[in-house]
């Protein structure tokens, strides 16, 4: 797939950042509980589910900033809070200068038109009794946008920019395919001309064979109307693609964040390391890379371990990591805005001779498979 993905304008200096400056979106200490209640007869809360428990991000104008983790970490919150589709349980947001974070209907009013959102499901998204022409215009009626020409000059347009036949204005969505679907979802976020995108997964639940098509139409969208975009997905190859900076979550925190040459071939943290060992290479000619094997499964985020978040399936834990939780902070060897949160960071670079396999009953069975080769 990724030979037919275009990659996108170099922004800024050449390793794929945007120029510094004031951050079009900036996150602090961004914290999302959902409690659980029990007890009888009372509802009373006995604990909280901690989906997103403490991050820090900026988004620049005209950049792509990547989002990046296994399920269940968080991502997707994440994105629903920024967007304020979810209420943060604390935290702040600072959009364009502004703190968005306890922001009422009024005060948001005209932020919602800047900020949109593509979501995961194109099936589950899109209204089934709305037609597409509907499900575009929606949102400049909400707004009270008139565009010259009209409203539905104005969608024949953005359906002709998302690579669809302006004439299809009055079908209804299960006419189309998944791929075409998420297109009308792409149409409906730039009905507002929004400065900043929330991409939700958007190319998961597509074909392989649709996913570049999708993908370079997001970069087309960004490359000819600067529009920023966080990247939310758990495709390694597509992030680095189309970000210009990554970053990655493990439960509930973020663990590292650089631009995207620096993560993939300088990562840090032994979770990033770990990532990126698990992507296949298309070039059998290329280096050997080691494989980590993680051991056991992600904490649940009702009790996340003390400390360093990561430690009960790193190889490198130690001591200080059950008592100190390390902070996201620009370590020793790291290009300017490489910030990684490891007590004991890794070496930088992802080549070696050997796969590295962390559990005993993987190796033991690896071992087994060997012996039975010979």
């Given at each position: 797939?990724?030979?037919?993905?275009?990659?996108?304008?170099?922004?800024?200096?050449?390793?794929?950042?945007?120029?510094?400056?004031?951050?079009?979106?900036?996150?602090?200490?961004?914290?999302?509980?959902?409690?659980?209640?029990?007890?009888?007869?009372?509802?009373?809360?006995?604990?909280?589910?901690?989906?997103?428990?403490?991050?820090?991000?900026?988004?620049?104008?005209?950049?792509?900033?990547?989002?990046?983790?296994?399920?269940?970490?968080?991502?997707?919150?994440?994105?629903?809070?920024?967007?304020?589709?979810?209420?943060?349980?604390?935290?702040?947001?600072?959009?364009?200068?502004?703190?968005?974070?306890?922001?009422?209907?009024?005060?948001?009013?005209?932020?919602?038109?800047?900020?949109?959102?593509?979501?995961?499901?194109?099936?589950?998204?899109?209204?089934?009794?709305?037609?597409?022409?509907?499900?575009?215009?929606?949102?400049?009626?909400?707004?009270?946008?008139?565009?010259?020409?009209?409203?539905?000059?104005?969608?024949?347009?953005?359906?002709?920019?998302?690579?669809?036949?302006?004439?299809?204005?009055?079908?209804?969505?299960?006419?189309?395919?998944?791929?075409?679907?998420?297109?009308?979802?792409?149409?409906?976020?730039?009905?507002?001309?929004?400065?900043?995108?929330?991409?939700?997964?958007?190319?998961?639940?597509?074909?392989?064979?649709?996913?570049?098509?999708?993908?370079?139409?997001?970069?087309?969208?960004?490359?000819?109307?600067?529009?920023?975009?966080?990247?939310?997905?758990?495709?390694?190859?597509?992030?680095?693609?189309?970000?210009?900076?990554?970053?990655?979550?493990?439960?509930?925190?973020?663990?590292?964040?650089?631009?995207?040459?620096?993560?993939?071939?300088?990562?840090?943290?032994?979770?990033?390391?770990?990532?990126?060992?698990?992507?296949?290479?298309?070039?059998?000619?290329?280096?050997?890379?080691?494989?980590?094997?993680?051991?056991?499964?992600?904490?649940?985020?009702?009790?996340?371990?003390?400390?360093?978040?990561?430690?009960?399936?790193?190889?490198?834990?130690?001591?200080?990591?059950?008592?100190?939780?390390?902070p996201l902070v620009q370590i020793s060897g790291n290009r300017e805005g490489h910030l990684t949160a490891c007590h004991f960071p890794e070496e930088p670079t992802t080549e070696r001779a050997e796969d590295v396999i962390l559990d005993p009953a993987l190796a033991a069975l690896e071992e087994?498979?060997?012996?039975?080769?010979?």
């Amino acid at each position: 797939m990724s030979e037919n993905v275009t990659l996108p304008k170099q922004q800024g200096t050449s390793d794929g950042a945007t120029d510094r400056g004031e951050p079009l979106l900036t996150v602090e200490g961004l914290t999302k509980h959902f409690p659980i209640y029990g007890g009888f007869p009372f509802k009373r809360q006995v604990g909280a589910v901690k989906a997103v428990d403490g991050i820090d991000l900026s988004v620049h104008a005209g950049e792509s900033l990547g989002l990046v983790g296994e399920s269940g970490c968080g991502k997707s919150t994440t994105g629903r809070l920024i967007t304020r589709l979810m209420e943060p349980t604390g935290g702040k947001i600072t959009y364009a200068g502004q703190d968005i974070t306890r922001a009422g209907r009024k005060q948001l009013a005209p932020v919602r038109s800047e900020i949109q959102m593509i979501f995961q499901d194109p099936y589950s998204s899109l209204n089934p009794r709305q037609t597409v022409g509907t499900i575009i215009k929606s949102p400049m009626e909400v707004n009270g946008i008139n565009p010259a020409g009209g409203r539905e000059k104005r969608v024949q347009e953005l359906l002709e920019t998302v690579g669809l036949n302006p004439e299809h204005y009055n079908r209804f969505p299960h006419e189309f395919s998944g791929g075409q679907r998420q297109r009308i979802g792409v149409a409906r976020a730039l009905a507002l001309q929004p400065k900043l995108i929330v991409a939700d997964e958007p190319v998961s639940a597509l074909d392989v064979s649709i996913q570049a098509q999708v993908v370079n139409l997001l970069q087309k969208v960004q490359d000819e109307l600067g529009i920023a975009f966080l990247f939310i997905a758990h495709d390694l190859a597509i992030v680095r693609h189309f970000s210009h900076r990554v970053a990655v979550m493990y439960l509930g925190k973020v663990v590292e964040v650089a631009d995207r040459d620096s993560l993939y071939n300088r990562p840090r943290h032994p979770y990033t390391h770990a990532l990126l060992s698990a992507v296949p290479e298309a070039d059998v000619d290329a280096a050997k890379k080691e494989r980590i094997r993680l051991s056991g499964d992600v904490p649940s985020p009702i009790m996340p371990p003390s400390g360093c978040r990561f430690r009960t399936r790193c190889w490198k834990a130690q001591d200080k990591c059950a008592t100190e939780e390390p902070p996201l902070v620009q370590i020793s060897g790291n290009r300017e805005g490489h910030l990684t949160a490891c007590h004991f960071p890794e070496e930088p670079t992802t080549e070696r001779a050997e796969d590295v396999i962390l559990d005993p009953a993987l190796a033991a069975l690896e071992e087994g498979k060997n012996g039975s080769d010979d």
